[in-house]
């Protein structure tokens, strides 16, 4: 959907798939969908499906230094031994790498099959956990599972009540009683700390 408002908007969007690197040196299989642009005489990576950490605003590719955007510091770094451009973000001292990614053409079978991973192997967190992130003029709100992180304070949800609640106030989705009874009849039993 971001591509074809990207597309709608009159740019030419590249798709590129990364592995997830959460803070590992590598990682992963080719799941997770970004964009490139071409504007203005540079390539920027555009990128609104990372989640929390991810960065709200387009990184310039072709920037070493760190970028600041509104969420965090980020740099763009290439990973010779592993053929791939990584994204990371500052942490403190450190810089965590988010992800890395290659140039190789993505082609629809190519989207079909990370989606057909991320929803369905079994090391993939996406079909056994309940995971958002929304940034807001209030600050950052995430969800994982029963564990609600809204700015600095974090709670674990007691019910399907607070998780309508939740839901409603920091993401702006009204689901009816049966699909919240639903939802945490999924989560209840859940981890509420992401795996690492």
Not at 15 to 38: P, Y
Not at 88 to 97: I, L, T, V
Not at 108 to 133: E, Q
Request: a negative charge.
């Amino acid at each position: 959907m971001f591509g074809a408002a990207l597309t709608g908007f009159g740019y030419r969007p590249t798709t590129v798939l990364g592995r997830v690197r959460n803070g590992a040196s590598e990682c992963g299989a080719r799941m997770h969908q970004a964009f490139t642009v071409e504007e203005a005489g540079k390539t920027w990576l555009a990128d609104v499906g990372f989640g929390g950490p991810g960065a709200l605003w387009p990184l310039d590719l072709g920037e070493g230094a760190p970028q600041s955007v509104p969420n965090g510091i980020y740099r763009i770094r290439s990973d010779d031994a592993a053929g791939e451009t990584v994204v990371e973000r500052r942490q403190g001292d450190a810089w965590h790498a988010l992800y890395g990614f290659d140039r190789s053409p993505v082609r629809p079978i190519d989207l079909d099959g990370a989606n057909h991973l991320a929803a369905t192997w079994p090391k993939s967190p996406f079909g056994t956990h309940l995971m958002m992130a929304r940034h807001g003029e209030e600050g950052r709100a995430t969800l994982f599972n029963r564990r609600a992180q809204l700015g600095g304070s974090a709670r674990l949800l007691a019910g399907p009540d607070e998780l309508a609640d939740v839901l409603l106030q920091s993401f702006g989705i009204d689901l009816d009683e049966g699909t919240i009874a639903a939802v945490w009849n999924r989560i209840e039993r859940q981890p509420t700390e992401r795996p690492s």
